[in-house]
């Protein structure tokens, strides 16, 4: 099988704008988690989807958001950035209900100037 | 709340030492353990948890609930074992969430 893919791999965006990445799971998958990790925080979970539900939330503002299609595929979108959203942003998705043993794409670089 | 401890940032040992990672846990309930690996320039990718108890690439880890540990361990460090190691840990009703540590660098050298 074919693992995790994000898109787009590299983002350079300024801040005010807004980004919008994308993460594909394993085919099967239906549980999408997002998490952002930085040299300072680490790896802090941002949200989880299953069937399109966005069924637990981290602690960051709502310029975070999320969304899941149909076919599991999943986005995120971060309004109004700011220079300390840079960071690798990284999806991992889930066959277990629980979502608890996860298969982690690549990631996207996102820096924000 | 749940959190994860990794005390050591660095940790270096020379081949065929063996080699202990520290991971310690706070949670209320019962947990699953995960130790996950990030080689250099590759994805984040699980390395073994505690449920299936197994052995992989030699690592081995046991869950201490006693002293809520999760310590990963080998009996004799490769040099290919040199990357960036993270304990994480799942709550019962976390529905998606690991907690993570904030990961230490293994560096073993010839």
């Known amino acids: 099988k074919a693992g995790v893919t994000q898109t787009p791999r590299y983002l350079i965006k300024t801040r005010g704008q807004q980004v919008t990445l994308s993460c594909s799971p394993i085919?099967?998958?239906?549980?999408v988690s997002w998490y952002q990790q930085t040299p300072g925080q680490g790896l802090q979970f941002l949200f989880e989807?299953?069937?399109?539900?966005?069924?637990n939330k981290g602690n960051f503002p709502g310029r975070f958001s999320g969304r899941q299609f149909s076919n599991s595929r999943s986005e995120m979108n971060v309004s109004t950035l700011e220079l300390g959203d840079s960071a690798l942003y990284l999806c991992?998705?889930?066959?277990?209900?629980?979502?608890?043993?996860?298969?982690f794409g690549p990631g996207t670089r996102l820096t924000v100037l | 709340a749940q959190r994860v401890t990794q005390p050591e940032k660095l940790l270096s040992v020379f081949k065929g030492a063996p080699v202990e990672l520290k991971c310690n846990y706070s949670?209320?309930?019962?947990?699953?353990l995960f130790w996950y690996v990030q080689y250099s320039r590759q994805r984040l990718q699980l390395l073994l948890r505690?449920?299936s108890r197994e052995s992989i690439k030699g690592f081995t880890a046991d869950l201490n609930k006693g002293e809520t540990s999760f310590h990963l361990k080998k009996p004799f460090a490769q040099e290919e074992d040199s990357a960036m190691y993270y304990c994480?840990?799942?709550?019962?009703?976390?529905?998606?969430?690991?907690?993570f540590g904030q990961g230490t660098i293994l560096t073993v050298h010839p």
């Open positions: 991992a998705s889930s066959s277990i209900q629980g979502a608890s043993e996860q298969f």
């Open positions: 085919s099967g998958h239906r549980s």
């Open positions: 989807y299953f069937s399109e539900t966005q069924r």
């Open positions: 949670y209320s309930g019962s947990p699953e």
């Open positions: 505690h449920i």
């Open positions: 994480a840990l799942y709550g019962g009703t976390s529905y998606g969430k690991l907690t």
